[in-house]
């Protein structure tokens, strides 16, 4: 006999499953500037950072196939939304709120449905700093907006670790877009150091465990960033508010990140 006790336990060994999954995962920094709102991460291979429609984009930690899920069903749906209304009415409220995060719920309650491994980041551009919106999906269906910037990564220390990196959140908006980069290198940096910390605590190695103890500081930054680099590349997309193109959605040539890496 199904009880709700078995159900609740059900839903409990998920939520172990997909978080363990995600640990490792690369977060990714939502942050405003001045020209618009920037999503900022390190890859090793594939992309992490999408255009979704004229004035939103997209990215995610989790396993590639479910990212890619969510990606082409965002589209597909922003673009059916923009044909048969107006493209002014595509909204990531109504995207994510309406489309996604029911579905999403909806898998994650099944029991017979496996479940989608991956927190999703979306970001909107609007007319003004105060328009501007970041969406942080998570993997039972559950989302959450906010204006000034946005964090992902594989644990709520790790993105709490990021957001205290961040600083006060209303100064945001009126950065440089270099100023911006370099601070959502160092949110990532704090992020990805608490995720690789707790992995260790989970596989109790002390004699991994102590030199991560120290990794503190504007120095540890620096070091861990070039140490990740070495295998990896910084991806960097700006959705920028006001545009003479068509398309308002750019990533950052590598001289742009190169002048920012410079300093590290």
């Known amino acids: 006999m199904y009880t709700p006790f078995d159900f609740s336990e059900a839903v409990g060994h998920r939520r172990d499953y997909i978080d363990e999954r995600l640990r490792e995962g690369s977060p990714v920094v939502g942050i405003a500037t001045a020209s618009g709102l920037m999503l900022v991460t390190i890859r090793r291979s594939q992309r992490k950072v999408f255009e979704i429609y004229d004035r939103h984009m997209f990215s995610a930690i989790g396993n590639q196939s479910d990212i890619e899920a969510i990606r082409l069903a965002s589209i597909n749906m922003a673009h059916q939304e923009g044909f048969e209304r107006s493209p002014d009415d595509v909204t990531m409220h ?60 594989g644990s709520a220390a790790a993105e709490d670790k990021m957001l205290e990196r961040l600083g006060d959140l209303e100064a945001l ?86 002048q920012v890496l410079a300093a590290f």
Not at 126 to 149: C, Q
Not at 176 to 201: F, H, K, T, Y
Not at 204 to 226: C, M, N, Q, T, Y
Request: glycine fraction near 8%; proline fraction near 3%.
């Open 94 to 153: 109504r995207l994510v709120g309406f489309t996604l995060s029911p579905a999403i719920k909806k898998g994650f309650g099944d029991q017979m449905v496996v479940p989608f491994v991956l927190k999703a980041l979306f970001a909107e551009a609007g007319t003004g700093t105060g328009a501007d919106g970041f969406y942080v999906l998570n993997y039972d269906g559950e989302f959450r907006r906010s204006e000034r910037a946005a964090v992902v990564a």
């Open 173 to 258: 908006g009126s950065l440089p877009v270099p100023q911006a980069l370099d601070l959502a290198l160092r949110a990532w940096c704090a992020g990805a150091r608490v995720a690789l910390q707790q992995s260790v605590i989970g596989r109790r190695d002390d004699d991994d465990i102590s030199p991560l103890k120290a990794v503190e500081g504007e120095e540890a930054d620096k070091a861990f960033l070039h140490d990740e680099l070495k295998d990896a590349s910084v991806e960097a997309a700006l959705l920028e508010r006001k545009s003479a193109k068509d398309v308002r959605f750019r990533l950052l040539t590598a001289d742009e990140v190169g």
